[in-house]
Nanobody, 115 residues
Framework: QVQLVESGGGLVQDGGSLRLSCAAS????????MGWYRQAPGKQRELVALLTSGGDTNYAESVKGRFTISRDNAKNTEYLQMNSLQPEDTAVYYC?????????WGQGTQVTVSS
C-alpha cells in the first residue's frame, strides 16, 4: 500500500507562484504514473499534470507553460511548480499515483488565488 501526504497549498495573489509537494511512503517501487488533479467548488475533478516512470509528461491545456510536474526519486516526493497563477486555478489539488490497477490519492491541499 501507498500513502500520500500533500503540502504547499495556500493563498496567493494573481500572478503568484506556489510549489506543491507530495511525499509518498509504503511500497512505491512499482509506481507507473504520478500526477496532480484538482477540483474546484461545484466542478468535476480534472487532470492537471501526469508524469510517467519513463519521464513522459502530460498537462492540461490551461496550465501548459505555467505548471511543471517533477519527481525527486531520492526523496520519493512529487512536485507541482505553479507559476503565473490565476483565479481560475483556485481548487483543491490532489496528488495521485497509479500502481498496476490501483489508484492512490493524497488528502488534498487548497490553493486559492485572489484577483
Amino acid at each position: 500500500q501507498v500513502q500520500l501526504v500533500e503540502s504547499g497549498g495556500g493563498l496567493v495573489q494573481d500572478g503568484g507562484s506556489l510549489r506543491l509537494s507530495c511525499a509518498a511512503s509504503g511500497n512505491t517501487v512499482s509506481i507507473a504514473t504520478m500526477g496532480w488533479y484538482r477540483q474546484a467548488p461545484g466542478k468535476q475533478r480534472e487532470l492537471v499534470a501526469l508524469l510517467t516512470s519513463g519521464g513522459d509528461t502530460n498537462y492540461a491545456e490551461s496550465v501548459k507553460g505555467r505548471f511543471t510536474i517533477s519527481r525527486d526519486n531520492a526523496k520519493n516526493t512529487e512536485y507541482l511548480q505553479m507559476n503565473s497563477l490565476q483565479p481560475e486555478d483556485t481548487a483543491v489539488y490532489y496528488c495521485y499515483v497509479r500502481i498496476l490497477l490501483n489508484n492512490y490519492w493524497g488528502q488534498g491541499t487548497q490553493v486559492t488565488v485572489s484577483s
